[in-house]
């Protein structure tokens, strides 16, 4: 018999300011009924993601069930910390074609319809929910 054991992890927490997510809210609802994509800018740190900027990135490409566009055409920049893209129907859950695509950066933020503070959440790599805040500034 195997026993495992369960390592407690702590997790980081994603901490989106006010802008950010109005930000993020405000394109999704101008980009319906197609997907909205956008890029993270922010910092990081042991205990939490911070994102405080949105950039709209060049050549994305999106219609009502895919978003995207290509990471090589993005100049480098250390403070895009990920993407975020909406979902215009269904929930805000990473889809199979979220996960198996490439991931950039360190957070993928998904919105779904009707776009509120409700609806945005924050995924890692695997696809793990991370706790997500929303602060007036950070
Ligand atoms: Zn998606």
Same mark, same amino acid.
């Given at each position: 018999m195997i026993f495992k054991t369960q390592q407690p992890r702590t997790r980081r927490k994603v901490v989106i300011t006010r802008q950010a997510a109005d930000g993020i809210i405000t394109y999704s609802k101008a980009r319906h009924p197609n997907e909205a994509i956008l890029v993270l800018q922010g910092? *990081?740190?042991?205990? *939490?993601? $911070?994102?405080? !900027?949105?950039v709209i990135p060049p050549f994305a490409s999106s219609g009502p069930f895919y978003s995207?566009? /290509? +990471?090589h055409d993005l100049p480098f920049d250390g403070s895009y910390i990920g993407s975020a893209h909406s979902h215009p !129907?269904? &929930?805000n859950r990473p889809s199979l074609e979220d996960l198996n695509?490439?991931?950039? !950066?360190? $957070?993928?933020? +998904? +919105? &779904?319809? /009707?776009y509120e503070d409700e609806t945005i959440a924050a995924y890692d790599r695997n696809g793990d929910k991370y706790e997500l805040k929303i602060v007036e500034s950070a």
């Open positions: 910092g *990081q740190n042991k205990e *939490q993601i $911070v994102i405080d !900027g949105l995207g566009f /290509p +990471i !129907g269904g &929930s695509r490439g991931f950039y !950066g360190f $957070v993928s933020v +998904i +919105i &779904s319809h /009707p």
